[in-house]
Nanobody
Framework: QLQASGGGLVQSGGSLRLSCAAS????????IGWFRQAPGKEREGLSC????????YYVDSAKGRFTISRDNAKNSVELQMNSLKPEDTAVYYC???????????????????WGQGTLVTVSS
């Protein structure tokens, strides 16, 4: 089971730290991805960290602002989000994939398990 948390209301330019906690399995055994879905839009991939060597990937809109990392003590994957913008407002989801090809890390269908989502609202 995956549990996403850390969302909330923040002003433009602010920061939030999201956490994706795994239970019942080790998050290190999976590629973990972060996705978001804004109202009326498709779910989009933001970042992931691979199970093989902890390589990290970011979409262009997240590069330089978001940082993904593992917290082994908490069996979780964190997403530090800085310089937030109103267009970052969305429900954020984390997902775990057992075998995610490098070319598909940003595709929701490549992942096997999903958390319930946490709402991030950025005010202007």
């Amino acid at each position: 089971q995956l549990q996403a948390s850390g969302g909330g209301l923040v002003q433009s330019g602010g920061s939030l730290r999201l956490s994706c906690a795994a239970s019942g399995f080790s998050s290190n055994d999976y590629t973990i991805g972060w996705f978001r879905q804004a109202p009326g839009k498709e779910r989009e991939g933001l970042s992931c960290i691979t199970r093989s060597d902890n390589s990290t990937y970011y979409v262009d809109s997240a590069k330089g602002r978001f940082t993904i990392s593992r917290d082994n003590a908490k069996n979780s994957v964190e997403l530090q989000m800085n310089s937030l913008k109103p267009e970052d407002t969305a429900v954020y989801y984390c997902a775990a994939g057992n075998s995610v090809a490098a070319l598909r890390v940003m595709f929701p269908r490549a992942y096997d398990y999903w958390g319930q989502g946490t709402l991030v609202t950025v005010s202007s």
